[in-house]
């Protein structure tokens, strides 16, 4: 080869380097489907290849489908395969990773051809990895959405109103699927179903949704035991809806069981999009926890055989009264003071508090339900806890056996909890929360809300840990307090039927703090606040306060004084 024949070829390969490396520069990096049409577009306006369309490739279909014009008219005309992949019209390049197919790029026969082919060679690979990560993206999106509406289902173990707890059942079902209109069915497996809750629904249109030969569909699937999911040709085509007098554009039945009888049926219909296997899924989940509910809240509602069951409440009482401490604990000059008041002989609520190594472990929790299983299930629990915790175990990791020593007893019964280890050496804390309402921190004079990070205890055989970074330590400030409580507190209502709620609640510690109460004397101020809020009706839910007091920075730390 001649000097200069070399000296071409030389200037020609570093005129390719320069234009792969333009090329990837542009697209490579692009994280979405619109940011990357958006650079595909500059690049082809800066090589004069306008108008284009780009194509993508449904293997099953075996054709190009439209996905983008540029300076063009969109069109819906797909094109072939074996057409598009016909490079003889010199007006295409074919995008490909590998040897699979991924597009069709379409562009004025004056173009640059070797120009194109390059953009051909990145921009396939790169559609594949922008579809795989948006994929990615959607997925974490769905698995945080599902957790979210699991961690609302779970609050509804705190309820023992059967009708509040019903119409909570419905509106987190509803929420949960995107349903438009729902209701709430009860009764047995051999009975018709009494509607007891509905939303957008009268009782006609749930007694016209029938099934050929006549049943309605509720009472159907309470029998069956089998949710029954349905679009709108399928409504038609498998359900008897002729006197129907409303729009059905999707159906899904559930039956409310927990696994040792039906309490009844939810009916969802009309969804935003439609209903698919993943919402019929998160709907059967709800109603199974719903279910649990229901049936713990009908089982205290039925209390029978009164004088054995005070004999055996008046035991428990005892044992659950041994359980809790019986005196404030002072760790570093971290002070930690709690207390219990039930609202029957014995309560789900729990509280501990311990020092370990130079640092301040407390823990709070809320129990479904009352009375003797409530408090029997708090004993299982503060029997794994104290040995998780004194085996100097890690806060997550006592947390995850705890949970899988609450799944094992198939109780039916969950627990939220909140766990904060304090480390006055370093003036930090960590915190574990799951399915726990929010932890009052009243940090430099401010207040915050320490929300939960997982699902109750107790409900599956894993718990995901939302945002593993927040298990991080936080930096505490000298005269900061943390107030631990069961939603007895915030949930606390008034003749009027109004709730304390979380932000009358922390003005309360706020002005306890202001006035210089310690934590024993804010204890006090709080269970009169409730008090006064209630007009001293009798409380209808456990009320439990935990509450760890900073020392100011002139106070110094004191030794610890036991557990």
């Given at each position: 080869?001649?000097?200069?024949?070399?000296?071409?070829?030389d200037?020609?390969?570093?005129?390719?380097?320069?234009?792969?490396?333009?090329?990837?520069?542009?697209?490579?990096?692009?994280?979405?489907?619109?940011?990357l049409i958006?650079?595909?577009?500059?690049?082809?306006?800066?090589?004069?290849?306008?108008?284009?369309?780009?194509?993508?490739?449904?293997?099953?279909?075996?054709?190009?489908?439209?996905?983008?014009?540029?300076a063009?008219?969109?069109?819906?005309?797909?094109?072939p395969?074996?057409?598009?992949?016909?490079?003889?019209?010199g007006?295409?390049?074919?995008?490909?990773?590998?040897?699979?197919?991924?597009?069709?790029?379409?562009?004025?026969?004056a173009?640059?051809?070797?120009?194109?082919?390059?953009?051909?060679?990145?921009?396939?690979?790169?559609?594949?990895?922008?579809?795989?990560?948006?994929?990615?993206?959607?997925?974490?999106?769905?698995?945080?959405?599902?957790?979210?509406?699991?961690?609302?289902?779970?609050?509804?173990?705190r309820?023992?109103d059967?009708?509040?707890?019903l119409?909570?059942?419905l509106?987190?079902?509803?929420?949960?699927?995107?349903?438009?209109?729902?209701?709430?069915?009860?009764?047995?497996?051999?009975?018709?179903?009494?509607?007891?809750?509905?939303?957008g629904?009268?009782?006609?249109?749930?007694?016209?949704?029938?099934?050929?030969?006549?049943?309605?569909?509720?009472?159907?699937?309470?029998?069956?035991?089998?949710?029954?999911?349905?679009?709108r040709?399928?409504?038609?085509?498998?359900?008897?809806?002729?006197?129907?007098?409303?729009?059905?554009?999707?159906?899904?039945?559930?039956?409310?069981?927990?696994?040792?009888?039906?309490?009844?049926?939810?009916?969802?219909?009309?969804?935003?999009?439609?209903?698919?296997?993943?919402s019929?899924?998160?709907?059967?989940?709800?109603?199974?926890?719903?279910?649990?509910?229901?049936?713990?809240?009908?089982?205290?509602?039925?209390?029978?055989?009164?004088?054995?069951?005070?004999?055996?409440?008046?035991?428990?009482?005892?044992?659950?009264?041994?359980?809790?401490?019986?005196?404030?604990?002072?760790?570093?000059?971290?002070?930690?003071?709690?207390?219990?008041?039930?609202?029957d002989?014995?309560?789900?609520?729990?509280?501990?508090?311990?020092?370990r190594?130079?640092?301040?472990?407390?823990?709070?929790?809320?129990v479904?339900?009352?009375?003797?299983?409530?408090a029997?299930?708090?004993?299982?629990?503060?029997?794994?806890?104290?040995?998780?915790?004194?085996?100097?175990?890690?806060?997550?990791?006592?947390?995850?056996?705890?949970?899988?020593?609450?799944?094992?007893?198939?109780?039916?019964?969950?627990?939220?909890?909140?766990?904060?280890?304090?480390?006055?050496?370093?003036?930090?804390?960590?915190?574990?929360?799951?399915?726990?309402?929010?932890?009052?921190?009243?940090?430099r004079?401010?207040?915050?809300w320490?929300?939960?990070m997982?699902?109750p205890?107790?409900?599956?055989?894993?718990?995901?840990?939302?945002?593993?970074?927040?298990?991080?330590?936080q930096?505490?400030?000298?005269?900061?307090?943390?107030?631990?409580?069961?939603?007895?507190?915030?949930?606390?209502?008034?003749?009027?039927?109004?709730?304390?709620?979380?932000?009358?609640?922390?003005?309360?510690?706020?002005?306890?703090?202001?006035?210089?109460?310690?934590?024993?004397?804010?204890?006090?101020?709080?269970?009169?606040?409730?008090?006064?809020?209630?007009?001293?009706?009798?409380?209808?839910?456990d009320?439990?306060l935990?509450?760890?007091?900073?020392?100011?920075?002139?106070?110094?730390?004191g030794?610890?004084?036991?557990?």
């Open positions: 080869m001649t000097p200069q024949r070399q000296a071409v070829d200037a020609t390969l570093a005129t390719i380097a320069k234009s792969l490396v333009a090329i990837a520069d542009a697209l490579v990096l692009c994280s979405s489907s619109r940011s958006s650079r595909l577009e500059e690049l082809l306006t800066a090589s004069g290849a306008l108008p284009a369309r780009l194509y993508l490739c449904d293997a099953r279909s075996g054709v190009f489908y439209p996905a983008a014009a540029f063009c008219e969109e069109t819906t005309t797909e094109i395969v074996d057409e598009g992949v016909d490079m003889s019209a007006d295409r390049v074919v995008l490909s990773r590998g040897r699979d197919l991924v597009g069709l790029l379409l562009y004025p026969p173009a640059d051809r070797t120009g194109m082919e390059l953009l051909a060679a990145v921009l396939g690979p790169v559609l594949v990895n922008v579809h795989i990560q948006e994929r990615s993206v959607e997925e974490r999106r769905r698995l945080h959405n599902r957790i979210d509406h699991l961690v609302s289902a779970g609050r509804l173990l309820h023992l059967i009708e509040r707890l119409v909570e059942i509106q987190c079902a509803m929420e949960a699927v995107d349903a438009q209109v729902g209701a709430v069915l009860t009764g047995g497996e051999d009975q018709p179903q009494r509607i007891r809750v509905t939303m629904l009268q009782g006609e249109h749930v007694d016209a949704i029938r099934e050929p030969a006549g049943d309605r569909v509720v009472d159907a699937v309470a029998r069956s035991g089998e949710l029954l999911c349905l679009d040709a399928e409504i038609a085509e498998r359900l008897d809806i002729s006197t129907l007098r409303a729009v059905l554009t999707g159906l899904l039945v559930l039956p409310l069981d927990s696994g040792r009888g039906r309490q009844g049926v939810v009916l969802l219909a009309n969804p935003g999009s439609r209903f698919d296997e993943d019929a899924q998160l709907a059967e989940t709800v109603c199974q926890m719903a279910a649990i509910a229901l049936e713990n809240a009908l089982l205290v509602q039925s209390r029978v055989e009164q004088e054995r069951l005070r004999r055996e409440l008046d035991i428990a009482r005892s044992v659950q009264a041994d359980m809790f401490p019986n005196a404030p604990l002072t760790v570093g000059g971290l002070r930690a003071v709690g207390s219990v008041r039930s609202c002989e014995t309560g789900g609520d729990y509280l501990t508090y311990l020092a190594h130079g640092r301040l472990v407390t823990m709070i929790g809320d479904t339900g009352h009375g003797l299983g409530a029997l299930f708090t004993t299982a629990a503060h029997a794994i806890v104290q040995q998780q915790l004194r085996s100097d175990q890690e806060l997550d990791a006592a947390i995850r056996a705890l949970n899988i020593g609450l799944r094992s007893t198939h109780s039916g019964r969950f627990m939220t909890t909140a766990v904060i280890e304090f480390d006055p050496a370093t003036h930090s804390f960590r915190m574990v929360s799951a399915g726990h309402n929010p932890v009052l921190w009243i940090h004079g401010a207040v915050q320490l929300e939960s997982t699902l205890l107790g409900i599956l055989d894993d718990l995901m840990i939302q945002d593993p970074a927040r298990l991080q330590p930096a505490y400030a000298p005269g900061d307090c943390f107030v631990l409580y069961t939603d007895g507190f915030t949930e606390a209502f008034d003749p009027q039927g109004r709730c304390l709620g979380e932000e009358l609640f922390a003005a309360a510690v706020q002005q306890g703090l202001a006035d210089g109460l310690d934590p024993e004397q804010l204890t006090e101020r709080l269970f009169a606040v409730v008090d006064d809020w209630t007009v001293g009706s009798p409380p209808t839910d009320l439990t935990l509450i760890v007091s900073v020392p100011e920075a002139s106070e110094g730390a030794p610890g004084d036991g557990l």
